[in-house]
């Protein structure tokens, strides 16, 4: 291994990847996604700068959004297929959305408790961003889910692999708001990682509260109250068969 | 870059962020305006909002009931703890005044109040999952829903209290008698604050037991006696 370069300066990409700096050119509905992911930094910035513009970037972090969450409820409806095919989309993105309004208060008052000096709008574009950006991931992710929504029988291993999915987005959602938090100079982030297991806690209920989404059913939503953990034991004892059947009128 | 949110949110944000410099000048009188009032109305704002939550999934009266409790129990933590909170506040070389500590102590509520508040949202979507007292899960539903509630107001004190550690630093200008100062007001609140709360019971709401605002026998017994009678009848 290469000590001398391991510890000199960074590489290139790191350089261009941390930059908190205005973004380049117009905010095309591509050009937000794209330097969402290449450079975040920069559409951090715009939405806490309220540059010119940041309006119509917030309008195609949310069309994104919304966007890519389709297409994954989509992927998810071909699971089960027929009324799934609608109503799962709709039932992730009103989950998705649902997550995040819910739990924006307390992201700016916990962004306030870590030191922040930051408006209540940056707070609200700061998080359209990180769900614009796990929406993208689960994007890319669809296409595999798609092929075990083709292959796979067992309900628990499909709703399994959906969760490592969500997983693998709100870890890079939320490290964007560990981030904005980084280039706005906060060094402790205690209050804003406890407001990120409960961000987790609650996209995890709110999967259980819109059930079903991925197994079959005859109706919307089941009328049975249940905390997720307890539904999700459920399934793993087998006696998650009813819930495929949805609602008991 | 600073903020430039004005009014109310710019005082929520001092207040949460504990800027020392900005507070300190309000305890001292420096500032344009007492905040004193906007303590005050977001105790009741967002504690009442908060204790609502908590009193919901029992209906909408507990969860008036418990939203109008819930603010009386943090007034009358501030009232009866005012003296020996004064007291401490000098005795631990705090260098603050008795009205000094009472407006520190009403701050610290007010960003209890504030972190609650925003919880809000969160806490009835929790009691919107949840199965209603009169189904067979309500007692495994009644201690989830108070362990959940412990832990939120627990943390929120803690944080809140701990808050006021810039403030106590600038005027005393010692850390470790700000800690001292911290730790006797947080240990003095917690200790008269649970006893208060349990005189105020029904908070969470037995379930089989009738919606009320006050129990009959609210001055039978005591926080700890019952903590003790729980722990021996585990």
Known sequence: ????????????????????????GEPTLS??????????????????????GSARLLRNLALTTIGCLAVFGLVLGFYSGGHQLWAAPLKVVIGVLGSALITLPSLYIFSCLNGLDITARSVAGVMAAAVCLLSLLLLGLAPVAWIFAQSTE?????GFLVLVFWIVGLWFGLGLIFRAAGFLGVKRRFHLAIWAAIFTLVTLQMSTTLRPIIGESDHFLTGEKRFFLAHWLD???????VENNGWKP | MKATETG??????????????????WLEGRAEQSRRWLCLVTILGGVGLYGATIGLWHGPLMALYVGVKLPLIIFATLLV??????????????????????????MAFAVFALI????????VFLVWNA????????????????????FLIAFAGIVSVKQLHGILRHFSGSRSAAWRTLLAWLAGNLFAGAQIGFLFRPIFGTPGLEVAFLRPDAFDGNFYESVWWALTHL
């Open chain 2, 131 to 150: 199965p209603p007292p009169a189904s067979a899960e309500a007692g495994a539903v009644h201690r989830q829903l108070l362990v959940t509630h412990t």
């Open chain 2, 116 to 123: 609650v508040g925003s919880l809000s949202p969160i806490t």
């Open chain 1, 31 to 52: 050009h937000t996604f794209d330097t969402l992911l290449k450079k975040p930094g920069s559409v951090l910035y715009s939405l806490h700068h309220r540059e010119t």
């Open chain 2, 81 to 106: 703890n005012a003296m020996i909170n004064g007291l401490l506040a000098q005795l631990l070389g705090s260098r603050l005044s008795f009205w000094q500590t009472t407006e520190s102590l009403l």
């Open chain 1, 1 to 24: 291994m290469n000590t001398a370069s391991a510890n000199s300066e960074p590489e290139p990409a790191d350089l261009t990847r941390d930059l908190f700096e205005p973004m380049e």
């Open chain 1, 154 to 158: 067992q309900i628990a291993f499909f």
């Open chain 1, 235 to 241: 399934h793993l004892d087998g006696d998650g068969a």
């Open chain 2, 8 to 25: 109310f949110l710019t005082d929520w944000g001092t207040l949460t962020r504990g800027e020392s410099g900005r507070l300190s000048a």
